[in-house]
């Protein structure tokens, strides 16, 4: 009985170990989601005319993307080593053996959104801003972001 | 009696020995390419502009500095095989290509043959540059050459046997490389015809957008359906229409340039220097390029894992 209790309870702990470990890679993805929601589909889809100008929505755009980009490196702390079922995107293995290079990359793209915040104005500002700011998601994406399908 | 039986079976097998020997020998001897004289001046517009579609940049320049035009060469390039160290391509007359006759080069970009005579691997993709136009090569050539002399020799590759002898690349060219020159398809229009010599010659897009065999061979029939990267992280998407279907031509011509997707994301990974290098190019080859990708009828690739697992 006492046996079956212990086998019991090992299986469970470790089903919830796993658990958790999607659960953080979930996190992670619905983190990079969220900006990618706030860069692309609202910053680009203005900037090249598929939506329309809306000051609001790209004022809010940017305040997101700021809120997010701050919540990276806690967010990414740990290696869940495994992508979220289905992912077509997931985080390399390379951010932890380089986390603090991972980390790097971060204040030149907070630096680049403070650069551009409250300075767009219109469809060529906004443009110029997205440009601005995806240099810096991109200097990290070359290195750390692996496509999955 | 028995000792004549001996004798015969010695025989035999000396003589099988020496046929495969030199069958070996002959298969895998490297054959250079006689220079045909030049038919005009080198044009360094055009030799920079095929520098960018082929993509030179991204494998040797030196890496983790900022300055593409500095092919010292060096970095590491994982595969299935061992790893490739990239060779200095600068410039340089000790360390690089500075002595390299124009006859070198071309042998080297178009055939996969060194100066000394020997088989370059086929991670240096002459396997699509050798459809390049022979004038196109000389102008790559002579653009190279303003480029920044860059000192250092690059250390060998780390290849376990049977994969470190280079003469067994001979072998390999014999099985894998298509060496038909590229034929204009006169039904089409001059810009699907660039598209298409950009694509599968200088652009080698087909070497990473390709699934490959167990040899490193790509499987002609699934050409651009993508497959695992072969440098190994990750997946490397299908370039037919059955994964670009819904984008359309133009939105294939500004992606080239910025990384941009339609649905909404911006490229990652090796594609990223991949944009940076065609963003550089005249918008006229994007756009041929973009032309030729729209036009592959869809192809079924192999299907990625479900989910990712494990990893350090």
């Known amino acids: 009985m006492k046996r079956t209790l212990i086998v019991v309870g090992t299986l469970v702990l470790g089903a919830g170990a796993v658990m958790a470990q999607q659960e953080i890679a979930v996190q992670q993805d619905n983190l990079m989601r969220s900006q990618a929601k706030s860069m692309y589909g609202v910053i680009l889809k203005m900037a090249k005319g598929e939506i329309p100008y809306n000051q609001k929505a790209a004022d809010e755009a940017i305040a997101n993307l700021e809120a997010d980009v701050a919540k990276i490196a806690k967010t990414f702390e740990v290696n869940p080593k495994q992508a979220v079922v289905n992912a077509t995107y997931g ?42 700011m995806n240099d810096r998601c991109n200097d990290c994406h070359e290195t750390y972001r692996v496509k999955l399908k | 009696m028995e000792s004549a039986m001996l004798r015969r079976t010695i025989y035999v097998i000396l003589v099988t020995t020496v046929a495969a020997v030199a069958a070996y020998w002959w298969l895998t001897a490297p054959t250079a390419l006689a220079l045909p004289a030049p038919t005009r001046g080198p044009d360094l517009a055009n030799g920079q502009e095929l520098f960018n579609a082929g993509g030179c940049s991204s494998c040797h320049a030196v890496p983790n500095q900022p300055d593409r035009l500095r092919l010292g060469g060096g970095l590491a390039l994982g595969s299935p095989f061992g790893t490739f160290y990239v060779p200095n391509i600068s410039p340089d007359p000790n360390d ?27 991670a240096f993709p002459y396997t699509s540059y050798h459809i390049a136009d022979i004038d196109d090569v000389r102008d790559l050539f002579a653009y ?14 780390d290849l ?79 370039i037919t229409q059955k994964g670009l279907g819904s984008w359309s031509e133009s939105d294939i011509a500004d992606f080239l340039e910025t990384g941009d997707m339609p ?38 690739g192999p299907t990625p894992p479900k989910r990712r697992e494990g990893g350090d």
């Open chain 1, 91 to 132: 985080a390399s293995p390379k951010v932890w053996q380089n986390k603090a290079d991972f980390d790097s990359k971060i204040p030149p793209l907070q630096k680049a959104i403070a650069d551009v915040k409250g300075k767009i104005h219109d469809v060529a500002s906004l443009k110029a801003a997205y440009t601005a």
């Open chain 2, 96 to 122: 690089g290509i500075g002595r390299w006759s124009e006859a070198d080069f071309v042998n080297a970009l178009t055939r996969g043959i060194s100066p000394e005579g020997t088989h370059y691997y086929p």
């Open chain 2, 144 to 157: 190279l050459k303003t480029l920044p002399q860059v000192a250092g020799r690059v250390r060998d590759h």
């Open chain 2, 160 to 238: 376990p046997f049977p994969f470190n002898i280079r003469r067994n690349v001979g072998i390999w060219k014999w099985l894998f490389m298509d060496v038909r020159p590229f034929v204009p398809d006169a039904a089409r229009s001059a810009q699907w015809n660039r598209g298409a010599y950009l694509v599968n010659g200088f652009g080698h897009c087909a070497e990473c957008h390709s699934p490959r065999n167990v040899l490193g061979g790509v499987i002609s029939s699934q050409r651009f359906a993508g497959g695992p990267n072969p440098e190994g992280e990750g997946w490397v998407p299908n």
């Open chain 2, 263 to 300: 649905e909404g994301d911006s490229a990652s990974g090796s594609m990223r220097p991949v944009i940076k290098n065609l963003a550089q190019l005249k918008p006229e080859d994007r756009a041929a390029m973009a032309a030729y990708l729209k036009s592959l009828p869809p192809v079924d």
